[in-house]
């Protein structure tokens, strides 16, 4: 008998284990960043965008088929990470942002509704009050993530920015949602949150003269996040994101390939 039995429980066991394995390592990632591309929005007033050269490409003179490229891109633009020195002097340079800035729990607060109504639309306090009557209290130390809808607009200029203009005379006609300053200061010292992002060109919205949620954000040593995509396509809770940013040696800022796991 016990020659029979161990067999089948072996088996039994293995099965459970490869169960596990799929709940564990299954697709529930989302990607939320854009592809850079010729495509890729930068601010309009960049001299130059996403540059992707051929060095070599095709069959050696050995038989094997090689490819190489090399690319040219301005540190902000496409999805990308503003690093604290961006707006504050003597902060925190892309290598040097922790781990722990860039990784965890997160919560996506949808202000859609209203900022597609008004392409200047601040995200306030009262829109994350009332995300929290139905989702409960943001936790300490997480990550907030703001959906306005204008993910829907990319890469369309006109429809993202406001304007299909590029140069200075482009940054007086810029129009698309942000976050209020009150709103970032409130959630810094309120909810203790470690970084910040949306789905448009800049965390303040187009209007803005002083960036000034950008000064308070960073000003803490907080990471920001710009043109996050597929925002969509996340729960308003139960994600784990993990933001990695290209690791540019005093950077203010690096393209960023942003994921997001659906933990719940």
């Given at each position: 008998m016990?020659?029979?039995?161990?067999?089948?429980?072996?088996?039994?066991l293995i099965g459970c284990s490869t169960k596990k394995e799929k709940t564990?390592?299954?697709?529930?990632?989302i990607d939320l960043s854009y592809s850079y591309d010729s495509a890729t929005l930068y601010w309009p007033n960049n001299p130059t965008g996403f540059e992707h050269k051929t060095e070599s490409e095709g069959i050696t003179p050995l038989g094997y088929f090689y490819s190489s490229y090399s690319l040219v891109t301005p540190e902000h633009g496409g999805t990308h990470?503003?690093?604290p020195i961006h707006f504050a002097a003597n902060k925190l340079t892309v290598d040097k942002i922790p781990l722990t800035s860039l990784t965890g729990n997160a919560v996506v607060i949808d202000v859609s509704e209203n900022a597609l109504k008004n392409r200047d639309y601040q995200a306030t306090v009262a829109d994350v009050e009332a995300w929290e009557e139905e989702h409960g209290e943001i936790?300490?130390?997480?990550i907030v993530l703001f959906r306005t809808g204008y993910?829907?607009?990319?890469?369309?200029r006109q429809n993202y920015f406001g304007t299909s203009k590029k140069g200075a005379e482009a940054i007086p006609e810029l129009h698309?949602?942000?976050i209020d300053p009150a709103t970032t200061t409130w959630l810094i010292e309120k909810r203790n949150i470690k970084a910040m992002g949306l789905d448009t060109p800049s965390m303040d919205f187009g209007q803005s003269k002083d960036f000034k949620t950008h000064q308070i954000l960073l000003g803490k040593d907080k990471p920001g996040f710009e043109n996050v995509a597929n925002l969509d396509?996340?729960?308003a809770t139960g994600i784990y994101v993990v933001a990695l940013p290209m690791k540019v040696g005093k950077g203010s800022g690096a393209p960023l390939r942003i994921i997001a796991q659906v933990t719940e």
């Open positions: 016990k020659k029979t039995i161990l067999p089948i429980l072996i088996v039994v564990t390592f299954g697709e529930n990632w990470l503003d690093a936790p300490a130390n997480s993910g829907k607009f990319y890469p369309n698309f949602p942000g396509k996340l729960p």
